[in-house]
């Protein structure tokens, strides 16, 4: 017997929510979406295509971070693991609210990243310059800590931060404090 229509868009709506809205072709699948139905729902105008195999419910609003999330999404290896993160630029836009629908999204990969595809149109990609690079989040986004923000002092946070952002915040507070003794 087979899952129902609704139950699937209710679980793939679900993991969506923590992704800013995105999910790939993959998690589709993973869902129990059949590959073939994927142009039906963006022709019907319920899914959009933001790159190749990743998409966007159209309910959901493209927002900056929703941006960062779906190229953050094709940066994911084959096991469906993220590979990217954001720049510190990019990431500072984002935090900053100045980061515009023009504006491409850095993204910082490994070194030997390697896409069978082209770099979309939006994306920009640099190359780690070591192995061991800092990273925290933002919005639940991985990104790469300028070193500005490796030797600051702690600061107060923000009242906008949901309870994920609270928390990682926290985190990367315990980590600075760890360095500074």
């Known amino acids: 017997m087979g899952t129902s ?12 929510a923590r992704q800013h809205g995105c999910f790939t072709a993959a ?11 994927h142009l039906y729902h963006v022709k019907n105008g319920k899914w959009v295509r933001v790159f190749r195999g990743i998409y966007r419910f159209a309910d959901m609003p493209e927002t900056p971070a929703a941006r960062c999330m779906a190229a953050l999404l094709w940066t994911r290896d084959k096991t469906g693991k993220i590979q990217g993160f954001l720049a510190p630029e ?35 990609i640099a190359t780690a310059e070591s192995s061991s690079h800092k990273t925290s989040k933002i919005y639940g986004l ?13 600061i107060a946070p ?8 609270y928390y990682d915040w926290l985190d990367y507070q315990a980590v600075l404090c760890e360095k500074a003794t």
Do not use: C, H, M, N
């Open 158 to 165: 923000r009242g906008d931060l949901d309870a994920p952002d």
């Open 142 to 154: 991985p990104v790469q800590q300028s070193p500005a923000e490796t030797t600051t002092a702690p």
């Open 5 to 16: 229509s609704k139950e699937l868009a209710r679980k793939l709506r679900k993991l969506a």
């Open 27 to 37: 998690q589709a699948v993973e869902t129990g979406y059949a590959d073939s139905v």
């Open 90 to 124: 990019t990431a500072e836009a984002l935090r900053s609210d100045l980061l515009s629908a023009e504006d491409p999204i850095q993204i910082v990969v490994p070194r030997g990243f390697r896409r069978s595809s082209e770099v979309p149109s939006g994306i920009q």
